[in-house]
């Protein structure tokens, strides 16, 4: 599984394997290589040939790559490229609806991550979090947005998705799956403006986000960093924890089991 802190995830086109690298030292947290939304329809069996001719000589990190969807005319290439090399870290599966869905790509072998992009997979939320081999949740906000037949973008969307996060959310706990990653924000060039969107979906227990340009890659970390003073409470209650006692004040605020749960959880965060 991947790392538990992990707060930015970078798209990179497949028809530009030249990016691959760069993005893997760009600073993300991981690299998705995407076989779908980004290449054009006649362009696929041409991204997918370059992305393999990029696997079979590369021997660093490993990669996400996000495939076509079950169904589609790439699904089974793409998840046979994927089953091949080792250098691939996991799946990225768009569109999923189903349990089915995902154990069409487990027998790559490779921890699945499902986008939840229609109602369908909302209503299988529960179901799709329970099935092997997944390994967090995630959504496509503009996507979802569409089939709900909601404006994206717009105040009432943002209630909508709210509330599917929510859903997301206590899936994911409920089945034990590391934290889920929000969806990506179109913004790239206002840092504060990604910073309190980052901000919003770690408040609602989001771990990170997915990114679409290298310049959103500080600021959506920085979301997802505990504020200074919660860092310096967090450090006091710990503090205070080595005595042995059971329930205690710091800064005119008892503290027990929970809130030390928070401490460590707020510190985690940190590092």
Known sequence: ?????????????????????????????????????????????????????????????????????????????????????????????????????????????????PLIESARGLLALSAIAATPAVERLSYGGLDLSDDLGIEGNTEGAER??????????????????????????????????????????RNMGFAGMLCIHPRQIAAVQAGFAPDAHQVEWANKVMEAAQSGSGAFKVDGQMVDAPVIAMAKTILDRAQ
């Open 160 to 201: 909508i998705l709210d509330q599917c996060r929510y859903q997301i959310l206590v899936c994911s706990r409920a089945a034990g799956l590391l934290p889920p990653i929000d969806t990506v924000f179109p913004v790239f060039d206002d840092e504060q403006a990604v910073t309190a969107r980052a901000r919003r979906a």
């Open 1 to 113: 599984m991947t790392d538990r802190k992990l707060k930015t995830m970078l798209f990179v086109p497949a028809t530009r394997p030249e990016r691959i690298d760069k993005a893997l030292v760009s600073g993300a947290g991981a690299v998705i290589v995407d076989l779908e939304d980004a290449v054009p329809p006649d362009a696929k069996a041409v991204a997918r040939e370059s992305l393999e001719n990029f696997l079979m000589h590369h021997d660093g990190p490993g990669i996400y790559v996000r495939i076509n969807g079950r169904g589609t005319d790439g699904f089974d290439s793409d998840v046979a490229l994927c089953a091949r090399h080792k250098q691939v870290a996991g799946i990225m599966l768009p569109k999923a609806e189903s349990p089915e869905d995902i154990e069409a790509v487990s027998h790559a072998g490779k921890p699945v991550i």
